[in-house]
């Protein structure tokens, strides 16, 4: 796999995990915990069920995805740094259930329909081509498989939108992120039903994508 920049900026974010936690916590606006618990809980798993954490990243969701699944289930993680993967290998250790892969979300090393559920947390924005990835997405999904992307997005009203252009811009540096790509569109787009809800004045998302059964 040639080493893109999102992948080397990832794999130095994986080797400051206290800055990153930093860097998640501030994305959150104080609601880190919450707002990854009540995403996780939109996916509506089930005991037994196959989920897929896509750019799965050190693998902060992996217990949270693994508990309702229970002991039949499985988490597959997949992320294309190398030192990130490295990093959800060491947390996935001692439970079999929970696996990690190398690879890239737009090409997903994965067969179709292979999932129940996938599950992307403040990734799908920082992708190259966002509406690929979710097309992945949609095909590893089995029929009435479903998805849960949270993530963030610039102001949308209001008088935050004065701080848009620097933290857009210092967020692109750092994070590969991508303002100006619009998750929930794209997610009804590419699904058969979607929606979604939005938290702290607009920037943060929680959206949904279901595939027909
Ligand atoms: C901000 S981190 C989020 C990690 C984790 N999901 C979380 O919530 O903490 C973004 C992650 O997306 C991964 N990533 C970005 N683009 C990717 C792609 N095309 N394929 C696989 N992983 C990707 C990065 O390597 C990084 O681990």
Redesign the pocket.
């Given at each position: 796999m040639t080493v893109s920049r999102?992948?080397r900026v990832?794999d130095w974010?994986a080797d400051h995990q206290r800055l990153f936690r930093l860097l998640?916590e501030a994305a959150f606006g104080g609601r880190h915990d919450e707002l990854r618990s009540r995403s996780v809980g939109a996916l509506r798993l089930n005991a037994g069920e196959r989920v897929l954490?896509?750019?799965?990243?050190?693998g902060?969701?992996f217990d949270r995805l693994a508990y309702p699944v229970g002991p039949e289930g499985r988490v597959v993680g997949?992320?294309?740094?190398a030192a990130?993967v490295r990093r959800g290998r060491r947390r996935a250790r001692g439970d079999d259930r929970v696996s990690v892969l190398r690879?890239?979300?737009?090409r997903l090393p994965v067969s179709d329909g292979a999932f129940d559920a996938a599950y992307?947390?403040?990734?799908v924005s920082?992708?190259?081509d966002p509406e690929r990835?979710l097309r992945e997405a949609y095909r590893v999904l089995r029929p009435g498989g479903r998805v849960v992307v949270l993530d963030a997005q610039p102001y949308q009203s209001g008088p935050g939108r004065l701080v848009n252009p620097l933290v857009n811009r210092v967020s692109a540096w750092a994070?590969?992120w991508r303002p100006d790509v619009n998750v929930p569109a794209l997610l009804d787009e590419v699904f058969d039903e979607s929606d979604a809800e939005t938290f702290n004045a607009g920037t943060l998302f929680i959206g949904v994508g279901r595939k027909r059964a």
């Open positions: 999102g992948q990832y974010w998640s954490d896509v750019a799965c990243g050190p902060v969701n997949v992320d294309y740094s990130m690879g890239d979300a737009e992307s947390s403040l990734s920082a992708m190259a990835a994070t590969n």
